[in-house]
């Protein structure tokens, strides 16, 4: 297949053009890299199926050009990370949603098939866990759930054309981490305490750390994610990819630590001293597996201390002792 993957540069998207490639398709990749690494993808360049542009999807002439060359579209292109939404809403939907709808009307002029990356953010702070595809979206009060109803509508444009015949997949992703994953403020928690732990800083727990989350090891996010886009019976479908194991992010903690084998400190951080007032977290997020499991054959295979061990053994590699890379 001739694959064109958005946010070829950044963390899913990186992961997922060197799994498309494996796999003996030839790949596209569009990056503007606002947040995605050159160096996430290096040693793609030199492979003669893999064809990389650094430009955004506001380039619309280019976004046309390389969507006329392929059979699929893996979205993956986005304002990602509660730090950075929070920041920027103008820019969080202007990405999110409105470059998403640019992309799905060259979609159905070309009739190409497209994968949407979504987010377990969607279901907002309901309290129906385990999360259902069908289930309700709980929002708050104005000015937290940017990044939620950016991706929401985004869904919604895509349900859409799906109706109308588009093929089309959505899938939700229920925090991915692994190798490549942003360790900077703005980036998801694990990431962040292996890049603490490992510049001799206390791995930072923000509110009381009883907050719980189902973290999914890229490998699976990504296989999930290419049974998803090549199988037909998933078209028109949502569905949720992450992991069974729900950990709170205190205990999550004390795993980096005992997987690590160093011995660091644990403190705790206002959520509104990072975040800014108004941050409201998620009590809860449990994928319900279902869907995928019948529909995909998906299973998560890595084990949470499995994928932190390779983890920390990338970044350790990458960054040596020190947490700067
Ligand atoms: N990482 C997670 O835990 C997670 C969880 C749920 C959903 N997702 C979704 O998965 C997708 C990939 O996330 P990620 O973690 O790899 O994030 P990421 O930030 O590493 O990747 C997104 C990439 O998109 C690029 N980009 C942003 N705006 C662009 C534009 N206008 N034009 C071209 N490129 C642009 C960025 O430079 C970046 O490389 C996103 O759609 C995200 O919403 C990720």
Known sequence: MNCLVTGAAGFVGSHLCSRLLDGGNKVWGIDDLSKGKLENIEHLLTNPSFFFT?????????????MQKVDIVYHM????????????PVKTIEVNTCQTLSL?????????KVLFASTSEVYGKSREVPFKEEADQVYGAAGRWCYAVSKSAA??????????????????YFNVYGPKADNSAYGGVVARFIKQLLSNEPLTVHGDGSQSRCF???????RGTVEAGSRPEAEGKILNLGSRREISILELAHVILQVSEIK?????????????????????????????????????????EDGLQRTINWYRQKIGGSGNG
Not at 54 to 66: C, I, M, N, P, R
Not at 155 to 172: D, F, S
Not at 276 to 284: A, C, K, L
């Open 54 to 66: 650094v430009g955004s999807l506001a380039d619309e002439s280019l976004l046309f050009e390389k």
């Open 77 to 88: 292109a986005a304002v990602v990370g509660v730090k950075q939404y929070a920041e920027d």
């Open 104 to 112: 799905l009307k060259m979609a159905w002029q070309l009739k190409k």
């Open 155 to 172: 869904e919604h444009l895509c349900l859409h054309y799906a109706r109308q015949g588009l093929p089309l997949v959505i899938v939700r």
């Open 216 to 222: 999914t090891y890229i490998e699976d996010i990504v």
């Open 264 to 304: 660091g400190e644990i403190i705790f951080l206002p959520h509104s001293e990072f975040y800014g007032p108004n941050y409201e977290d998620i009590p809860r997020r449990v994928p319900d597996l279902s869907a995928a499991e019948q529909i995909l054959g998906y299973h998560p295979r890595v084990s949470l």
